[in-house]
């Protein structure tokens, strides 16, 4: 079973700060998932990267699939960016594979 | 299109009721699963279809049942409801890797 890793486990950010959280993973992959969870709230699907680079908006994602590591980096954070960012990896292509989970981490950005 | 919708949003229930958690979606996708998410924990899989009529068990199944007679329908069973189940469980579905997930129904077992 693949051992995914998310660190740090929480995180505090001055609003302005440039933020960077990480994922690994323990067994080559199809595919690793970046997904956002405002309190109270659901689950959304940021970015799905199978290798190198994407970036939307104030958001960049990175994955180095020989290091299995991949980056989720925030630009000019801001108060509304406080979620928690849960990194996932799916282990073969297509729609139907099933993903595994990290514990996901706590972001809060104070004014 | 509504996406993926859950009902109830909340609910308590005694040791050794039963309910069923609905699910549904309007996106058409073949792929829905059921996750339950505990504090400390990362979100874990029930159960999950690959398409109507097609079920099969995830990485945490036990007390669960599911069907899929539709495409737009999962529904989860909670057969004899436990302390040990009490949890936030979320639906999804899923179209070329992406996944949708509902706003999730959180269950109190008392």
């Given at each position: ?23 690994s993973?323990?067994?080559?992959i ?41 980056s ?37 950005v104070?004014? | 299109?509504?996406?993926v ?16 958690l ?22 874990r ?10 079920t099969?068990?995830?990485e ?12 737009e ?7 004899s409801?436990?302390?040990s ?6 639906c ?19």
């Amino acid at each position: 079973k693949n051992e995914v890793e998310q660190s740090p486990q929480n995180l505090t950010a001055q609003e302005g700060e440039f933020i960077t959280i990480n994922c690994s993973y323990s067994v080559g992959i199809s595919a690793l998932h970046w997904l956002q969870q405002h309190p109270g709230g659901g689950i959304v699907s940021l970015f799905m990267l199978s290798s190198g680079k994407k970036k939307h908006g104030r958001l960049i994602a990175t994955i180095n699939i020989q290091e299995k590591h991949s980056s989720l980096h925030i630009t000019a954070s801001h108060p509304r960016d406080s979620a928690v960012y849960i990194c996932a990896v799916s282990e073969s292509p297509g729609a139907n594979s099933k993903l595994t989970f990290g514990k996901g981490i706590t972001l809060s950005v104070r004014p | 299109n509504a996406g993926v919708t859950q009902t109830p949003k909340f609910q308590v229930l005694k040791t050794g009721q039963s309910m069923t958690l609905q699910c549904a979606q309007d996106m058409n996708h073949e792929y829905m699963s059921w996750y339950r998410q505990d504090p400390g924990m990362g979100l874990r899989l029930i159960h999950y279809s690959v398409g109507a009529g097609i079920t099969d068990q995830g990485e945490v199944p036990n007390g669960y049942n599911v069907s899929r007679s539709t495409t737009e329908d999962f529904p989860l069973r909670l057969l004899s409801a436990a302390p040990s189940q009490t949890s936030v469980y979320f639906c999804a579905s899923s179209r070329a890797e992406t996944q949708y997930f509902g706003p999730g129904t959180r269950l109190l077992v008392l």
